[in-house]
């Protein structure tokens, strides 16, 4: 039996238009009024029925294309035969950018929360972040867990220490194991001890402490005394003064301690650039994002995004209060 020749063919430009018209839910006159051709001609080409020289359509269509590349800055259209140089065709009216979000914001705290998790790792010391819900802790100590011999956990008030330990056997790929607690926990410890340079972050360690249980703690640090590990710790900033009311033998060892700080107005400036943003609208992101009440870093993200989503539908690019406004009503507040 012969096997089957398989084979992707190549698109025509009159199907990548139609594509890219999908995708950007846009009809075939706005996009002729964009390229500043006749409707009726591009109809007709994207239909397969134009029967005149295509050269000059076919020129603009490229560029279209090229132009709403979602990752055009730096590129060349793909159509070079087409286009033959990059000097656009006459007429051509560019579609609108939007810069896209930043994946990782670098800011301070960022940056600090980013420092304590790498000086534990790399001393085997112990840290502390403590920073209210919202401020970017989470989103610091999750890019970290990304690197090479890190377990990270988020903690929550149901886990018990049977939960903690799972976690750390399923994160390290240490064979779960069904004796007691104890018995599994020194196998966790000479798994550290073997395989050193690990860092163990617990996220969230506030929701495990309270008056009437304080065992959970006292599992990370039986486990600190044990290991040649680095540990951090991080929650809300009651975290601190728990630890030193339940543990204080746990919080006489911290090394390295970052409280974050919230965003800088200068830095909220910088994570808006290369948006236009009318006065306004600067200023109520600046007080979701500083607002002593309410704001944080997470308000002004989710701001940011929902405002983005109803620019890019609308293919606009200014920022206007209205538009705030209109993404506020997609949130709670």
Known sequence: MEALNTYTAEKTLAEKMNGRLAELRLSKAEAALRMNYSRPALSQYLNGKYASDPTELEKKIAWFLHETEPDRIGSRPDDQNIVGSITPPEGW??????????????????????????ACQENMGIGIIVGRSGYGKTHALRKYAKLPRVVYIEGNETMNCKDIVRRIENKTGIPRSYGSIDERMERIVDFFNINQGYLLIMDEADKLI???????????????????LGIVIAGEPALETLLKSY????ANRMDFYYKLKGLSRQEVTDYLEGYEVEESALAEFMSRANNSQSGCFRLLDRTLSNVLRILKERGETRVTMKIVSEASNMMML
């Open 247 to 250: 543990d204080a033998r746990f």
């Open 93 to 118: 009216s560019p579609q609108p950018r939007l810069k896209s979000k930043v994946e990782f914001f670098e800011s301070r705290d960022f940056v600090q929360a980013i420092g304590v998790c790498q």
């Open 210 to 228: 309270n008056k009437y249980t304080q065992k959970k703690i006292e599992l990370l640090r039986n486990i600190s005394d044990s290991a040649d």
